[in-house]
């Protein structure tokens, strides 16, 4: 056996715990640099945390002009703020762009160069500027994860950088910063979240050598992750179409918090796989949201790779409360597909490619862009050649997963 967990330095979550953010910070640096966005930064909630590290450190500068994706133009400008305070701690509070955002600019604080500098897995040479990340939607896991993602306007697809040493130093989760996420980005951030948990359960294993936990990120599923993967799930799975339509229900606010965390934790090892790889591209070229695009993916990459998957399906389809008490692997497992079929349906995420604005002629250009991207693609549990991937897109662009069978 040889794995490894990571996570952050103190992982602290529930309801009310965005209390302990000044001190936390203040015991990190006394020169902050918040990084939010400008609706963020609006709401009372956060603007009373801003206010409350104001009073606890030295300096505290605000970046709060984050957009979508994290174009490098933010990058660039955020590291200039940082400068400016010269900060010894950064705060992010925020979904994932905000929280990837400030990864990235710890990098560049502590090391200097570009974002070019550390595309890729493992190129962050050491620790970077101390980050205390607070999620304000249930999603990417970014407050838990060694990866920040970033948009390149030289590039066809997003890129990563990936690095052990981008792991938060704190997280910081409070449900009720969630709270007055709008419906869409809810479903969105909701459904990523419930992709990092089932591609994490479903990722092939791999072995590994001694210097595997040092060299690579993203090493395959293991037990460990296994445990949080289906906690997650669950917890995602009877909770994301409540909130999606009450936004106030304040225990699928909790489950949603929780597992999203969970999945984090999770993919923060094993890796995400096909649907992820493949919304990097699409993503890309249509500007459609991040967890709309690994949404819609998703239950196509499964039914690609139900033949090795097959009995993690069928567990996937008890854990979320599927009555298959009586039912065969395979009828378990088509019986979590048709359920995930519904679940997408109701929380809005389109059935098809080709209702986001894909253009079938693009679809064996998008799967060799996404069979290149090595440390997500090597975790699909299915084939990954490049006809196997323009199947697969083939089928989600007409909304058919029969196409795979």
């Given at each position: 056996?040889?794995?490894?967990?990571?996570?952050?330095?103190?992982?602290?979550?529930?309801?009310?715990?965005?209390?302990?953010?000044?001190?936390?910070?203040?015991?990190?640096?006394?020169?902050?640099?918040?990084?939010?966005d400008?609706?963020?930064?609006g709401?009372?909630?956060?603007?009373?945390?801003?206010?409350?590290?104001?009073?606890?450190?030295?300096?505290?500068?605000?970046?709060?002009?984050?957009?979508?994706?994290?174009?490098?133009?933010?990058?660039?400008?955020?590291?200039?703020?940082?400068?400016?305070?010269?900060?010894?701690?950064?705060?992010?509070?925020?979904?994932?762009?905000?929280?990837?955002?400030a990864?990235?600019?710890?990098?560049?604080?502590?090391?200097?160069?570009?974002?070019?500098?550390?595309?890729?897995?493992?190129?962050?040479?050491?620790?970077?500027?101390?980050?205390?990340?607070?999620?304000?939607?249930?999603?990417?896991g970014?407050?838990?994860?060694?990866?920040?993602?970033?948009?390149?306007?030289?590039?066809?697809?997003?890129?990563?950088?990936?690095?052990?040493?981008i792991?938060?130093?704190?997280?910081?989760?409070?449900?009720?910063?969630?709270?007055?996420?709008?419906?869409?980005?809810?479903a969105?951030?909701?459904?990523?979240?419930?992709?990092?948990?089932?591609?994490?359960?479903?990722?092939?294993?791999?072995?590994?050598?001694?210097?595997?936990?040092?060299?690579?990120?993203?090493?395959?599923?293991?037990?460990?992750?296994?445990?949080?993967?289906?906690?997650?799930?669950?917890?995602?799975?009877?909770?994301?179409?409540?909130?999606?339509?009450?936004?106030?229900?304040?225990?699928?606010?909790?489950?949603?918090?929780?597992?999203?965390?969970?999945?984090?934790?999770?993919?923060?090892?094993?890796?995400?796989?096909?649907?992820?790889?493949?919304?990097?591209?699409?993503?890309?070229?249509?500007?459609?949201?991040?967890?709309?695009?690994?949404?819609?993916?998703?239950?196509?990459?499964?039914?690609?790779?139900?033949?090795?998957?097959?009995?993690?399906?069928?567990?996937?389809?008890?854990?979320?409360?599927?009555?298959?008490?009586?039912?065969?692997?395979?009828?378990?497992?088509?019986?979590?597909?048709?359920?995930?079929?519904?679940?997408?349906?109701?929380?809005?995420?389109?059935?098809?490619?080709?209702?986001?604005?894909?253009a079938?002629?693009?679809?064996?250009?998008?799967?060799?862009?996404?069979?290149?991207?090595?440390?997500?693609?090597?975790?699909?549990?299915?084939?990954?050649?490049?006809?196997?991937?323009?199947?697969?897109?083939?089928?989600?662009?007409l909304?058919?997963?029969?196409?795979?069978?």
């Open positions: 056996m040889l794995e490894t967990v990571r996570g952050p330095r103190q992982l602290i979550v529930g309801e009310g715990v965005a209390q302990n953010i000044p001190r936390v910070v203040a015991e990190c640096g006394s020169r902050v640099l918040v990084v939010t400008r609706v963020l930064l709401q009372p909630a956060v603007a009373e945390i801003v206010a409350a590290v104001r009073e606890k450190v030295e300096v505290v500068g605000v970046f709060a002009d984050a957009t979508p994706d994290v174009p490098l133009t933010d990058v660039a400008l955020a590291v200039s703020a940082a400068a400016e305070v010269d900060a010894d701690v950064i705060l992010a509070i925020g979904g994932g762009t905000v929280i990837d955002l990864k990235i600019v710890g990098v560049i604080r502590c090391h200097g160069g570009t974002p070019r500098d550390f595309y890729g897995e493992s190129r962050v040479p050491g620790p970077t500027t101390p980050l205390v990340a607070v999620p304000t939607t249930s999603g990417t970014s407050e838990l994860t060694p990866v920040s993602v970033l948009t390149d306007p030289d590039r066809e697809l997003k890129v990563g950088v990936s690095s052990v040493h792991v938060p130093d704190f997280a910081i989760v409070d449900p009720e910063l969630t709270y007055t996420c709008p419906a869409t980005v809810t969105h951030s909701g459904i990523d979240a419930f992709c990092h948990a089932v591609e994490s359960y479903t990722a092939r294993p791999r072995a590994h050598g001694p210097r595997d936990p040092v060299e690579q990120v993203f090493l395959g599923r293991n037990p460990v992750t296994d445990h949080y993967a289906l906690l997650a799930a669950e917890r995602i799975a009877r909770s994301l179409p409540h909130v999606v339509r009450d936004g106030g229900d304040k225990d699928a606010r909790a489950d949603m918090s929780y597992g999203s965390m969970l999945a984090g934790l999770a993919f923060s090892h094993a890796g995400n796989a096909a649907p992820h790889a493949l919304q990097y591209p699409i993503g890309a070229a249509t500007h459609t949201p991040h967890g709309l695009g690994v949404g819609l993916l998703l239950p196509y990459a499964l039914d690609a790779a139900r033949d090795a998957i097959g009995d993690r399906l069928a567990i996937l389809a008890r854990v979320c409360g599927l009555d298959v008490t009586d039912a065969s692997d395979a009828e378990a497992a088509d019986a979590f597909l048709t359920w995930l079929d519904g679940l997408l349906a109701d929380i809005g995420i389109p059935a098809a490619l080709a209702d986001i604005g894909v079938r002629a693009d679809l064996p250009r998008f799967a060799e862009m996404a069979g290149g991207v090595t440390r997500l693609i090597q975790n699909h549990p299915g084939p990954t050649d490049t006809a196997s991937l323009t199947a697969l897109l083939e089928a989600a662009w909304g058919d997963r029969t196409r795979l069978s």
